[in-house]
């Protein structure tokens, strides 16, 4: 998506969700009177927002967002003034979601682009142990292609040679917080290799996942 069309939607979705508020809004008062739904509303869309806009792009909302529940409720409920701040506090709270995620994605994007570009076998499975990617160089040691790996279960393709139910064990300590690398011997079940392999934990927007780097025997 190129930047004129981000920003078009941008301010597309910015002008339907503050709309939208208000109709809301509105259409509650004629019902149901006093009750005022604009502050949530508002919240609920910041945190909207925050998850598919940058933190700069939440930062604009915020007042918007603050000043429309403001006079959406001003004659209407008690406090208006706090109830708006309450808004903006939460955009605030979303700008740091927004900026936390952003940098995920940024390191993830950069670590998927390092591993492309490493000659060394890998292989990368999540906490269920499911293979999601995995190197051209470890689809020849394994004798199988990309399309039959992806989606398999990574204890499917591998004999531990310590038992496989250590090997289950330390694979689930690397989801662990502040867990560390390990090496374990693995023979696989599609080819005559063995493998010493090294796992280590990496964090993508997703989740933790785990990178096998093969080294064959």
């Known amino acids: 998506m190129n930047s004129k069309h ?3 939607m941008y301010l597309l979705t910015l002008a339907g969700s503050l709309l939208c508020v208000a ?21 609920i869309a910041l945190g909207l927002f925050a998850a598919f806009y940058s933190w700069r792009e939440v930062m604009v909302a915020i007042p ?19 109830r708006a701040i309450s808004v903006f506090l939460a955009g605030i709270l979303a700008m740091w979601a927004a900026y936390q995620r952003v940098k995920l994605v940024l390191h993830a994007r950069e670590v998927e682009a390092i591993l492309k570009n490493i000659g060394l076998p890998w292989i990368l499975s999540d906490e269920s142990g499911n293979v999601s990617q995995i190197s051209p160089r470890a689809q020849e040691l394994l004798s ?23 090997l289950i064990r330390r694979y689930l300590d690397l989801f662990a917080p502040q867990a560390v690398p390990i090496h374990v011997s693995l023979a696989s079940k599609t080819s005559d290799r063995r493998f010493r392999a090294a796992l280590s934990p990496l964090e993508f927007p997703g989740g933790k996942r785990v990178l096998t780097i093969l080294d064959p025997q």
């Open 6 to 8: 981000h920003f078009g």
């Open 23 to 43: 109709v809301i809004e509105q259409g509650i008062a004629v019902i149901l009177g006093e009750l005022t739904l604009a502050p949530p509303l508002s919240i």
């Open 64 to 82: 918007l967002f603050a000043a429309l529940s403001y006079f959406l409720i001003l004659d209407s409920a008690r406090f208006p003034t706090i």
């Open 144 to 166: 199988l292609e990309a399309s039959l790996i992806l989606g398999l279960s990574y204890f499917s393709i591998f004999s531990p040679m310590e038992g496989k139910g250590e």
